[in-house]
């Protein structure tokens, strides 16, 4: 050993240091329901804040009259969103029409927002193909694979840019598990390299089906993920519907003004099962960790803001929950009356001009399904 | 017309298709300034700019994901995997998303985007290069998979393969590269993507083969003539669809048959082809069908390649064999 104590590098120390900049997650509202940035919440209209709340209480009950279908049988696979409410709906607000979205499997209610129906989301997850066929082009279906959608958001924005429209971007979502995969490394990156406008979203709900996020990665944040690829990003408090939405829109700004690519982590939590099939988080986590995220709930917070400031009452919100209600049993309605599949139509979307040998079994399919 | 090798046949092709079409994109590893490891893609960035031939970072899956979100935004993407070894790692991108995406839209968009990429063994490439892979692509719907076996099929295919709104695995053969020059059209021309055709006219026995196999093929086929065994050669060129059609035709007139292919035995190419003939033309054979393939082992290393990939030798031995049974 030479003599003296000078390091050539201090790992440590940079290992120590590498997430200051996220130490302090966005935050408007705070889990008292007290406002912390009176700049930017001033910003903000008592409607558009209405606004928020209404769209809150769709995605609360949106999801619990899900989980009643799913206990009668009516849905198939379906990922529940209680306790992402602000994440999911503060973001979404923040696109306009001819963004592209790219979800994945838990982000219906983004998907509604952008431009599908209920009806639509119900049938995804029913397992029929009109699920898949939108009235606003400008999404995809819910992503299954786990990081597809963000190497395909790359793509997608590199061709919003290479098409000169100005005034687009793509926008995708995972969760903290999907930045493990490989691809969500490459889409980031590719959209880097190509400053490519594109927003994506890191929905920490703190697990990924059973595995907690601290095993995921020794790194203190999902969002200092995006600094090794040249992308700036930022923690937002994914319980604070005005920080995500504002957060969002500074996002979108930034890539449609040509700056390229922006990661969003957003700190939220899954307060249900991972999905309605069968998956059992008592098996997994405590009563002790779930109650401080109930606790931080987005819409206590913003039910308090409001009923603060006179505009947002429990009789208001009740009457709109059973609305919400009876738009979703009347939108199952319209999915349970949707026409039975066909495969000879399936195969007929296996080519664009059927091969021989699928053409001899579409004749097949047609004959039995004419009996 | 030209006398032309089987790359540059590629190169003009490509050129074609560049110029008709505005929404083509070339992309990939090294395609840009450096013209592809093998210089299939050369001068098209001077000709077209870097808009549309370009480099991407090192990612083969983030290159499927581009051709993928491209499609989505109106272009008609013409991705580059450097070597076909090398498509494990865009295996979700070509066979979960894209070979799906049209039916998972129920038809309401296209995915026309066209992975070029080499194979085929026999010039000594490192590990993992030369692999015959085909069968895994095969196996998938919603994907066509062809592959040339000389000049004026290579530039005609490729043409055809970039304008089917269908996705097409467009494999391209190492060997075949610059070992053959033949007469290729320097004006547009188009090859149906999914047709075999009869490379060799005989009355004897059909010879079924596809890509640099289908020289193997010729040859066995002119030792076989020696003997006045009259050998009819069927190029295969799309290996999903296979054209049965043509394939029973033959055997029609030739009442016997030998599949050839370069890839391992197991569940393969060949293996589909005489599934299709043992149902439809199995009363049509007087002998059993043949089957030339490399063994069931793992691709070899690059110094034992001659000692295991299929030759002519092989395939004539195996014609003689069922023409004399």
Redesign the interface.
């Known amino acids: 050993m030479a003599n003296g104590s000078k390091q050539i590098v201090d790992f440590a120390k940079i290992k120590a240091t590498m997430a200051d900049p996220y130490k302090h997650p966005v935050q408007v509202i705070d889990r008292e329901g007290t406002v912390v940035d009176p700049e930017i919440f001033a910003k903000y209209s008592d409607d558009q804040l209405v606004d928020f709340m209404k769209k809150m209480v769709w995605e609360r009950t949106l999801h619990e009259q899900t989980m009643n279908f799913s206990r009668q049988g009516r849905l198939g696979f379906y990922a529940p969103t209680a306790g992402e409410e602000a994440s999911e709906m503060g973001s979404v607000t923040a696109f306009k029409e001819q963004d592209?979205l790219l979800p994945a499997y838990r982000d219906l209610p983004q998907m509604i927002q952008h431009g599908t129906t209920v009806a639509k989301g119900f049938l995804w997850s029913k397992g029929h193909?009109?699920g898949?066929?939108h009235p606003n082009?400008n999404m995809?279906?819910p992503q299954i694979?786990i990081g597809?959608q963000?190497?395909?958001?790359?793509?997608?924005?590199?061709?919003?840019k290479?098409?000169k429209d100005e005034d687009r971007v793509?926008f995708a979502y995972t969760g903290d598990g999907g930045t493990s995969q490989?691809?969500w490394y490459?889409?980031v990156?590719?959209a880097s390299?190509f400053q490519a406008p594109a927003v994506f979203f890191v929905q920490n709900n703190g697990w990924a089906i059973s595995v907690p996020r601290y095993k995921q990665t020794a790194a203190e944040t999902l969002a200092q993920k995006a600094v090794a690829m040249g992308v700036p990003s930022v923690q937002v408090d994914g319980m604070d519907i005005v920080a995500v939405h504002e957060v969002a829109k500074a996002a979108r700004d930034f890539a449609v003004a040509g700056n390229g690519p922006v990661v969003i982590e957003t700190l939220t939590y899954r307060y249900g099962a991972h999905s309605s099939a069968g998956d059992d988080p008592s098996r997994y986590r405590t009563k002790e960790e779930e109650k401080p995220w109930f606790d931080a709930d987005p819409l206590i917070r913003l039910r308090k803001v409001l009923t603060d400031k006179g505009v947002w009452s429990q009789d208001q919100e009740d009457k709109l929950v059973a609305d919400y209600k009876d738009d979703f049993k009347q939108a199952m309605k319209e999915a349970e009356a949707a026409p039975a599949q066909k495969v000879s139509?399936?195969l007929?979307?296996?080519?664009?001009?059927p091969?021989?040998?699928?053409k001899k079994q579409i004749a097949e399919f047609e004959a039995k399904e004419s009996k | 017309m030209a006398k032309m090798t089987y790359i540059k046949a590629i190169t003009s092709g490509l050129d074609q298709v560049l110029n008709d079409d505005p929404k083509t994109?070339i992309f990939g590893e090294d395609v840009g300034k450096n013209g592809g490891v093998f210089r299939t893609t050369v001068g098209l960035q001077d000709k077209y700019g870097e808009?549309r031939v370009f480099d991407?970072?090192l990612?083969e899956?983030?290159i499927?994901?581009?051709?993928?979100?491209?499609?989505?935004?109106?272009?008609r993407p013409i991705p580059e995997i450097q070597f076909m070894g090398f498509t494990f790692e865009a295996m979700?991108?070509i066979v979960?998303?894209l070979a799906r995406d049209?039916?998972?839209?129920?038809?309401?968009?296209?995915f026309p985007v066209t992975v070029r990429t080499p194979f085929g063994g026999g010039t000594h490439t490192a590990e993992m290069h030369a692999d015959n892979l085909e069968n895994y692509f095969t196996s998938t719907?919603?994907l066509?998979v062809v592959t040339p076996a000389n000049p004026y099929d290579a530039k005609g295919m490729i043409i055809s393969a970039v304008e089917?709104?269908?996705p097409v695995l467009f494999m391209e053969n190492l060997k075949l590269y610059r070992s053959m020059k033949a007469e290729v059209p320097d004006e547009k021309y188009t090859v149906p993507l999914?047709s075999a055709k009869v490379v060799r006219e005989g009355t004897d026995i059909t010879i079924v083969a596809y890509s640099a196999e289908v020289n193997e093929s010729l040859k066995a086929a002119d030792a076989l003539a020696k003997d006045n065994i009259s050998a009819e050669v069927i190029d295969l060129r799309s290996l999903?669809?296979i054209?049965?059609?043509t394939i029973f035709a033959s055997i029609d007139k030739t009442h016997k048959v030998v599949i050839v292919q370069e890839a391992q035995r197991m569940a393969g190419v060949g293996a589909t082809v005489a599934a299709d003939i043992a149902e439809e033309k199995i009363m049509s054979l007087d002998a059993p069908i043949g089957r030339v393939a490399a063994p069931d082992s793992v691709y070899p290393f690059a110094q034992a390649e001659n000692d295991w990939i299929p030759n002519a030798d092989d395939v004539e031995a195996k014609a003689r064999e069922i023409f004399n049974y």
């Open positions: 592209f193909v009109e898949s066929q082009p995809i279906f694979i597809a963000y190497v395909e958001t790359a793509g997608v924005a590199l061709g919003i290479k098409n793509a490989g691809d490459e889409g990156n590719f390299a139509d399936f007929k979307w296996t080519y664009n001009v091969t021989p040998a699928v | 994109l808009d991407t970072p990612a899956s983030g499927l994901g581009l051709a993928i979100g491209l499609s989505l935004t109106g272009w979700d991108g979960g998303q049209h039916y998972r839209f129920g038809g309401q968009k296209n719907p919603g066509r089917s709104d269908d999914d999903s669809p054209d049965t059609e």
